[in-house]
């Protein structure tokens, strides 16, 4: 079996793992990552998302932050700023830098960002082939309000140093309009027997992929059935700040809500979604998501533990058997 999974930081990473446990041997995972969220710090090229993935399936992760390396020491960022050198707010610690350095060195030498990650992932391992969603250079930023009136900042400034704690006015994918999607992408996703949606952030994660011309196209005519899991529970997202960038773009922040964002293939419309799952919480929103064409089931959908995961994970691919074509 084929699976395509579209992914952002440490929801999609997380469940990835889960996924991975419970696939077969002769089973592939193709991951599309997420590139808006990347950055140039200190000269180099940051792919958060795609770091995250694959440390996370590496075996290097973070655990208690889902992000950054385990054993992590911070010496190089103490001495930039001891140096007055920023930005202050954007931490990265001693054995990141190194990811950072080789990707930045390799990308100067003329290798695409598509070779590069496959080079990283040479060391790691992460058990996936992991694409990111476009060679080219998108960016996500956000626009805001605030005392010096009204600017748009870069995602991660957003999330990062201003907590999201304004609001977001406007998410704008710069470069997307004429990014080209990595080679590999789109011939994933037509040979795909399952394409699954974890419960990354819908906005700036899966929203950000689905950006490139030419790979929301390619979701909404794939063979393949396609399965999102909610990252919405009860009214607010699981971690991260997704009812603020969903407010920008005028979804409310509800897990029928999100599956009615992506749209159905099953009602005649120009949607993505022939499945959809919402937490037991959430079980009052499948009759609304089944009415858009989008056949949906409410199961447990906290990322509690490794066997809590699996079981979202295999509550979607059972979906996908339901609703394949």
């Known amino acids: 079996m084929r699976i395509v999974a579209l992914a952002g930081g440490i929801g999609g990473a ?69 140096y007055g050198v920023g930005p202050a707010w954007f931490g990265l610690g001693d054995k990141d830098f190194a990811t950072h350095i080789v990707r930045t060195q390799m990308l100067g030498a003329g290798y695409p960002l598509s070779a590069v990650t496959e080079a990283l992932c ?29 600017r748009a900042v870069h995602f991660q400034e957003y999330w990062v140093r201003l907590h999201a704690a304004l609001d977001a006015e406007a998410i704008i994918p710069v470069g997307a309009d004429t990014a080209k999607p990595a080679p590999g992408v789109l011939e994933a996703i037509a040979a795909a027997d399952v394409i699954l949606f974890p419960p990354s952030n819908p906005v700036v994660s899966i929203g950000s992929i689905l950006t490139v011309p030419g790979i929301r196209e390619a979701l909404a005519a794939a063979p393949a059935p396609v399965v999102g899991l909610s990252p919405i529970i009860g009214g607010a997202p699981v971690r991260g700040m997704a009812d603020k960038v969903l407010a920008a773009v005028g979804v409310a922040a509800a897990a029928d809500a999100v599956a009615l964002h992506y749209g159905g293939r099953g009602a005649g419309t120009p949607g993505l979604l022939d499945g959809w799952l919402v937490d037991e919480a959430d079980a009052a929103a499948v009759p609304a998501v089944e009415a858009a064409g989008i056949a949906c089931r409410a199961v447990p959908l906290l990322m509690s533990d490794p066997a809590a995961t699996a079981a979202m994970a295999r509550a979607a691919l059972a979906l996908a058997e339901q609703v394949r074509r």
Not at 122 to 130: I, S, T
Not at 131 to 143: C, I, K, S
């Open 122 to 150: 040479h060391r790691w391992q992460p058990g996936v082939r992991l694409l990111p969603m476009t060679d080219d250079r998108v960016e996500t930023h956000v626009r805001i309000t605030d005392g010096a009136g009204t």
């Open 14 to 82: 997380r469940f990835l793992r889960g996924l991975k446990d419970v696939v077969g041997p002769d089973d592939e995972i193709t991951v599309i990552g997420n590139t808006g969220d990347d950055i140039h710090l200190f000269g180099l090229k940051v792919c958060p998302d795609l770091d995250t993935v694959m440390y996370t399936l590496g075996g290097g992760i973070h655990e208690e932050q889902g992000w950054g390396r385990a054993e992590e020491s911070f010496a190089v960022k103490d001495e930039l700023a001891a």
